[in-house]
């Protein structure tokens, strides 16, 4: 294989691997750019702003904020976005979690994104408070920062 397929070949399985994944369905709402790149011939640095809905808990709406690199490796996929991130979940109608919701102190992953080529993620966690009927998500990244990954929490009432 020459080296321009190579390239070519690397850049479309970045491009793949760099796009979110989640549970279910995951809808870019809008983006803000943070700073244009390379006199704006490239994509800029962006915030996107993404929801996705939990598969289990219905009346849930669960939004994520990402920093999103720019410039060529951000177009082709090979950029690492930096582990930064906002949480919001609200309720959409009534809330209701189904039996097949995950219960127990591990939690159950509702939603993953690659934000880098390799091993590095956001992912967001599902955990039931039973007593307090609440259900609480948990967004935090793979990537330890000073000995501990970047997390934060957001909880919705089912009661």
């Known amino acids: 294989m020459s080296r ?3 390239i070519a070949l690397a850049a ?3 491009t793949c691997l ?3 994944a989640s549970a279910d369905e995951t809808k870019q709402i809008g983006y803000v750019n943070t700073a244009v790149t390379n006199l704006g011939l490239t994509r800029s ?3 996107v702003v993404e929801r996705f809905n939990d598969p289990d808990v219905s009346g849930v709406a669960c939004y994520i ?3 999103r690199t720019g410039g060529v490796s951000g177009m082709v996929g090979l950029a690492e976005d930096p582990a930064r991130f906002g949480l919001n979940c609200v309720a959409t109608g009534p809330v209701q979690v189904t039996d097949k919701a995950q ?3 591990r939690g159950e992953k509702v939603f993953e994104s690659n934000t880098s080529l390799f091993f590095k993620e956001t992912r967001v966690h599902r955990f039931i408070d039973e007593e ?3 259900v609480v998500y948990l967004a935090w990244s793979t990537k330890l920062v000073d000995g501990s990954p970047y997390n934060v929490v ?3 009432p089912f009661r």
């Open 103 to 105: 219960r127990g102190d």
């Open 12 to 14: 479309l399985l970045g």
């Open 132 to 134: 307090q009927g609440v």
């Open 4 to 6: 321009p397929h190579r």
């Open 45 to 47: 640095h962006r915030v």
């Open 18 to 20: 760099a796009l979110p």
């Open 154 to 156: 957001a909880a919705v």
């Open 65 to 67: 904020s990402q920093a």
